[in-house]
């Protein structure tokens, strides 16, 4: 999996680097078909925000989290992608649209056909 990370205002040093991978590195194992994650970090007044986004099974996730400080920032925007994730996993296996069978027996409708209906 691919990780894009971003800072605005922000200098990424290598230890940021790593604490991200070491976050997303479950992600790859859970959901083998996400390619690639989008990381944003900014910081506008004295607030991290962390957003990330990404495409999983053709619809678009995203997550974004707040703090005064970086790293619990990175995780809880960790935390909550992985349950908009397990949420659409979710959605996809689950058989939600399926046409009922028909219920009535095949030979009512012979039946009604010899009926003598006036």
């Keep these: 999996m691919k990780i894009n990370l971003s800072g ?5 040093s290598d230890t940021v680097k790593e604490h991200v991978n070491e976050k997303f590195s479950k992600l790859a194992s859970h959901f ?3 390619i ?3 990381i944003i970090i900014s910081k506008e007044h004295g607030e991290f925000d962390v957003e990330i986004s990404t495409q999983y099974e053709g ?3 995203s997550a974004s989290a707040e703090n005064p400080v970086m790293y619990p920032a990175i995780s809880k925007a960790a935390k909550k992608l992985d349950a908009a994730l397990k949420h659409r996993k979710g959605q996809l296996k689950g058989d ?3 046409k009922p069978e028909c219920t009535t ?3 009512a409708h012979e039946i009604i056909q010899e ?3 006036r």
Excluded: C, F, G
Aim: overall charge negative.
């Design 59 to 61: 619809s678009r996730i």
């Design 105 to 107: 027996p095949d030979i």
């Design 36 to 38: 690639a994650l989008d």
């Design 96 to 98: 939600l649209h399926k």
């Design 32 to 34: 083998p078909t996400l």
């Design 115 to 117: 009926m003598d209906l």
């Design 8 to 12: 605005h205002h922000v200098e990424l």
